[in-house]
């Protein structure tokens, strides 16, 4: 993908990038990445080195815990960027979540090391990195909430929508043991709810 590509994908997924000085640096220092589905971009303890910007597809961000298992936290959708990721490499400290791509994700991988100066350069960067932060802090909220204090299988069904808005299908290819991983729950119980 050339650089004039890049820089009208991010006029139509990036609105918030108006000034043109930033789209041409983010064009000529960032690379596109594709990944299939269930395909781990990173895991807990990685450094990471670059901050995607979500272009097709989603990311599915889970926390693991130090026995392997996980929780499903939320999704990244076109236009959008991992605030997690984008902390990791601001304090240059490692991961403490796996993300996983869905079906044909595609995103620009920015260097980390541009991060920092993009951030005292350019408001449109600095506004992002704060939307992207106040859109993580929400649906982390809302995921202690259901956790706290709504029943399983709502939280079933969130995440049943969640999915087929990040496939863009009603039609899922999931296992019920996968169903129950994210949720943090046992299969019989998900087969059951189901």
Known sequence: MGK????????????????????????????VMDHSQEEQIVKPGDYPKWIPLLLKGAI???RVDDTGQEIFLYYLYP??????TL??????????????AEEG???????????????????????????????????????????????????????????????GSNELEITHKLLAEELHSAREVISRLL
């Not at 994908?9 to 220092?29: H, M, V």
């Not at 236009?79 to 997690?84: D, E, I, R, S, Y």
């Not at 902390?87 to 996983?100: D, F």
């Open 4 to 31: 004039s590509e890049i820089l009208d994908i991010l006029r139509q997924n990036f609105p918030a990038f108006s000034n043109d000085e930033l789209r041409e640096s983010i064009a000529a220092q960032s690379r």
């Open 60 to 62: 599915k961000v889970n």
């Open 79 to 84: 236009g959008q960027t991992c605030a997690l």
């Open 87 to 100: 902390n990791c490499c601001m304090l240059e400290k490692p991961s403490e979540v796996r993300a996983v």
């Open 105 to 167: 994700t595609q995103y620009l991988a920015v260097p980390r090391l541009k991060i920092s100066e993009w951030m005292n350069s350019y408001k449109d960067w600095r506004n992002f990195t704060l939307q992207s932060y106040d859109e993580r802090y929400e649906n982390l909220i809302s995921t202690i909430d259901a956790i706290a204090f709504r029943k399983l299988d709502e939280r079933l069904l969130e995440l049943l929508k969640d999915k087929a808005i990040a496939m």
